[in-house]
Structures are given as C-alpha cells and as structure tokens.
C-alpha cells in the first residue's frame, strides 16, 4: 500500500513539474488572441468614414460605435480632456493627411473596448499596405531621464500649442487612460524630414494608465514606442512589423508580460530591427546619469521569426537578433520563449562583461529554440564566457531545436493561430487561468 501511495505522489510531482516547465511564453487557460485580433487585416472592410476628426478636440467626446471616424491630420486631444471610444468602433487613419492621433500630457483616452468587441484604428485606403498613416501617441508626466525630465515628440506635428508635444515630469502614477482590446492596424507612415511614425507611442506614461490587449499589426515603423515613464504592459500583440516590435528608451521603468512578437524575414527591414530593443538613450549626451536608466522586466514574452527556410533566411542575412541590449541599461527576462533568430540576444559592445553588468541584465527560465547563437556581445568573435555564464543550471535556461510544428500549438492556423508553447504535448497555462477557479 505504501508502495502505491507513493507512485501516485510521484507521478503527482512529475505531473505539476511538467506544468511549471511548461509555463514558458505566452500563457492562458484559452487561447486568448481568439476573437479580438485578426491577422489578415487587409481582407476587412469597414466602409466609409461618417463622422471627421481633425484639429484639436479640448472637450469631453465619446465615439460612439455606431459612427466610422476618419482622423484628418494631426488630432489632438488638450486641455485635460477625456476621449472616450465605445467598443466596437472604427477610426481610420487618412492616408493624405498623415492621420494621427495625439493625446497631450493631463488628457487621457479611454479606448475599453471587448474581446469579442474590439476597437480598430486602421487605413482609410481600399488597399490597405503598412505605413498608410501616422500612428497613435499618448504623452504623460512620470519621469524620463531627459535633462530637465522633459521632452517633445518631433515628427511634423503641427499643435496649435507647443506644450502639446511634451511629455515627462515627476508623476510616476500618473493615468492617462485606458487602451484594452484595441487593434492598429498599418501605421507608421514615412515622412521625409521625420523618417517612420510608430503605431503605438507612450511617452512618459504613469503605471495608473492601462495598457492590455491591444495588438499592432502591419507597422512600417516600430509597433510599440516607449519613452521614458512607468507603464505596466500586458497581453500586447505585434505582428509583422518592419521594425522594432517593443523599443524602450529614455529612462523607461516598466515590466511587460504575456505579450507576442511574430517577425517575418520577408516583412522586417534588412537593416536589423528587433523584436525587443532596449537603450537608454541614443546619444549619451543627452542623457542625465544621475536619473533612474531604463529598467525592463519581461516575462511570460513569445518572440517568434516565422520562416519558410530557416538556415537559408539566415545564410542570406534576412534573420537578425531577436533582442538587443545598450549600455547603462537593466533587462531582466524571464519565462519565455525566442525562436528562430541569429543569434537570440546582441549585447552593445560597450557592455563590459563582468559581475555588476551580468546582475543588471539577467535571462532565466527562458526557452531558447532554433537561435544560431544565443546571448552574445555584439562584434566579439568569441562569446564563450557569456554562453557558459547564462548556460549554467542555475539560471533553468532551456536549448533545443525544435520545429515550430512542434513547438508551438497551431502556429500556421491562418485566423486563429495559437503561439502557446506546446512541449511534450504539454501547453503553455497556469491553474490561475482556469476559469473554473473564479
């Protein structure tokens, strides 16, 4: 009987254990990009534009879903105004004007829309092609590591008030809105002077905002743009963007979870954009080292490069890093999964190796599948110390090789695809997301 009773306790053990490995990645008792994302977005069609949104709107407004919107320029949002968005409603970006919108620091937006109710911001074209129009900014008062804790975005916006294109202060609750089961949909449109818009940029936003659920498919530029502040990120979604999926700069505090990065080599830019790119500044000059540098903690992250021809895509140079780190930064990943890139991490070459630097940037529990290299020093031909260093078992770091048909639970579905981690037959979940637990 003893013997029994033990059996049954040790295959108990091994049964939760498999379960622990397995919670690697996105997770969920379901499947939860079902019924709210959509990755043919170019087949849908909303009709024509019923109501037009264009200057500077400085009162409360509601869009109601029963309207289509069609932003005419550059829209902002001022004077401690609030936009509210119903569920289900559309707002198309005009591709002449370079349609934006802006919501300016004290304003706030209140997108809450429903998983099976979503809001969708997307091209106004018959056509619809990446970079169609600008993008989405929301700009908040928590710090940056700006000199003077303040700055602008600088794209050719035209405000009718300067102080409408800064962002940044000493907030670092501070609450700008809510954006929950949103879609946008091919921004990030060039401009000449001012390069790509991103689809999606939070400019020192407090962590009292509310960002989850919202997916960014088809950008020309980077999909989600963080600058500065202390925002908390969940459950995000970037889909074939032509360059960064999730950037992180100027001062950035913020940890990001159960969020997607698919990539494809025929999609992304040739000059080496990533799935994460984490800096805290780009020039150092313009950097005040005595504030908080950006700090990130991922978990629970899928980054994914989809190729027909792995080993072929990377012979030719089309497969790059899947994250890149800079100096004077914090990165912690954990939980996760990168699949398919070369190699799977860049350190900058300026990130001298040694304990202060390898306890600022740490990687653990992560599942590293068909990465050719996986965390190096960027132009450092032997990367020996730093493969050994994050291969110790201390860190519960996984290698392996596995085809995505097996690595993930329906990666090629074209509606509904799921990117769960699936390994032994195993999915990716916790007993927290059984609905039967509420």
């Given at each position: 009987?003893?013997?029994?009773?033990?059996?049954?306790?040790?295959?108990?053990?091994?049964?939760?254990?498999?379960?622990?490995?397995?919670?690697?990645?996105?997770?969920?008792?379901?499947?939860?990009?079902?019924?709210?994302?959509?990755?043919?977005?170019?087949?849908?069609?909303?009709?024509?534009?019923?109501?037009?949104?264009?200057?500077?709107?400085?009162?409360?407004?509601?869009?109601?879903?029963?309207?289509?919107?069609?932003?005419?320029?550059?829209?902002?949002?001022?004077?401690?105004?609030?936009?509210?968005?119903?569920?289900?409603?559309?707002v198309l970006g005009d591709y002449k004007t370079n349609g934006s919108l802006i919501i300016s620091k004290g304003s706030k937006i209140v997108a809450k829309g429903e998983q099976t109710d979503p809001i969708?911001?997307?091209?106004?074209?018959?056509?619809?092609?990446?970079?169609?129009?600008?993008?989405?900014?929301?700009?908040?008062?928590?710090?940056?590591?700006?000199?003077?804790?303040?700055?602008?975005?600088?794209?050719?916006?035209?405000?009718?008030?300067?102080?409408?294109?800064?962002?940044?202060?000493?907030?670092?609750?501070?609450?700008?809105?809510?954006?929950?089961?949103?879609?946008?949909?091919?921004?990030?449109?060039?401009?000449?002077?001012?390069?790509?818009?991103?689809?999606?940029?939070?400019?020192?936003?407090?962590?009292?905002?509310?960002?989850?659920?919202?997916?960014?498919?088809?950008?020309?530029?980077?999909?989600?743009?963080?600058?500065?502040?202390?925002?908390?990120?969940?459950?995000?979604?970037?889909?074939?963007?032509?360059?960064?999926?999730?950037?992180?700069?100027?001062?950035?505090?913020?940890?990001?979870?159960?969020?997607?990065?698919?990539?494809?080599?025929?999609?992304?830019?040739?000059?080496?954009f990533k799935s994460m790119h984490i800096l805290s500044f780009d020039n150092k000059d313009d950097a005040d080292l005595a504030r908080l540098q950006t700090n990130v903690f991922a978990s629970n992250m899928?980054l994914i490069n989809v190729s027909k021809e792995l080993e072929r895509d990377i012979n030719m140079g089309l497969v790059k890093e899947a994250i890149f780190i800079g100096e004077a930064t914090s990165f912690?990943?954990?939980?996760?999964?990168?699949?398919?890139?070369?190699?799977?991490?860049?350190?900058?070459?300026?990130?001298?190796?040694?304990?202060?630097?390898?306890?600022?940037?740490?990687?653990?529990?992560?599942?590293?599948?068909?990465?050719?290299?996986?965390?190096?020093?960027?132009?450092?031909?032997?990367?020996?110390?730093?493969?050994?260093?994050?291969?110790?078992?201390?860190?519960?770091?996984?290698?392996?090789?596995?085809?995505?048909?097996?690595?993930?639970?329906?990666?090629?579905?074209?509606?509904?695809?799921?990117?769960?981690?699936?390994?032994?037959?195993?999915?990716?979940?916790?007993?927290?997301?059984?609905?039967?637990?509420?």
């Amino acid at each position: 009987m003893k013997k029994i009773v033990l059996s049954i306790a040790t295959i108990c053990f091994i049964t939760l254990g498999l379960y622990a490995q397995q919670e690697k990645g996105i997770y969920g008792y379901d499947n939860w990009l079902s019924s709210w994302t959509d990755f043919y977005p170019a087949k849908t069609t909303y009709g024509e534009p019923t109501q037009i949104l264009t200057g500077s709107i400085d009162s409360d407004i509601t869009l109601k879903k029963r309207d289509i919107y069609l932003l005419l320029g550059d829209v902002f949002v001022t004077d401690s105004t609030t936009l509210t968005i119903e569920p289900g409603t559309v707002v198309l970006g005009d591709y002449k004007t370079n349609g934006s919108l802006i919501i300016s620091k004290g304003s706030k937006i209140v997108a809450k829309g429903e998983q099976t109710d979503p809001i969708v911001f997307t091209s106004n074209r018959p056509l619809k092609k990446p970079g169609d129009w600008g993008g989405i900014f929301i700009l908040g008062d928590a710090p940056t590591n700006k000199f003077g804790n303040e700055a602008s975005i600088n794209y050719g916006l035209k405000p009718d008030s300067y102080e409408n294109l800064k962002y940044g202060g000493e907030n670092t609750k501070s609450d700008s809105g809510i954006m929950r089961y949103v879609r946008i949909e091919f921004a990030g449109k060039r401009t000449k002077e001012y390069g790509y818009f991103n689809a999606f940029t939070l400019a020192g936003v407090g962590e009292e905002t509310v960002i989850d659920n919202v997916m960014v498919s088809y950008c020309k530029g980077n999909a989600f743009n963080v600058l500065g502040g202390n925002v908390i990120l969940d459950k995000l979604v970037s889909y074939r963007a032509n360059k960064n999926d999730y950037s992180f700069n100027y001062g950035t505090q913020t940890s990001i979870s159960n969020s997607l990065a698919v990539r494809s080599p025929y999609v992304s830019s040739p000059d080496g954009f990533k799935s994460m790119h984490i800096l805290s500044f780009d020039n150092k000059d313009d950097a005040d080292l005595a504030r908080l540098q950006t700090n990130v903690f991922a978990s629970n992250m899928s980054l994914i490069n989809v190729s027909k021809e792995l080993e072929r895509d990377i012979n030719m140079g089309l497969v790059k890093e899947a994250i890149f780190i800079g100096e004077a930064t914090s990165f912690k990943l954990d939980k996760s999964v990168i699949s398919g890139f070369k190699p799977a991490v860049f350190l900058d070459e300026n990130i001298v190796i040694n304990n202060d630097n390898l306890q600022r940037i740490q990687f653990e529990r992560t599942y590293f599948n068909n990465c050719k290299g996986n965390i190096f020093s960027k132009f450092k031909s032997n990367n020996d110390d730093l493969e050994s260093w994050y291969g110790s078992r201390a860190f519960d770091n996984v290698y392996s090789k596995g085809p995505d048909s097996e690595t993930f639970i329906d990666l090629n579905n074209s509606r509904t695809p799921d990117f769960r981690l699936r390994i032994n037959k195993i999915i990716a979940t916790t007993d927290a997301d059984n609905p039967d637990d509420d």
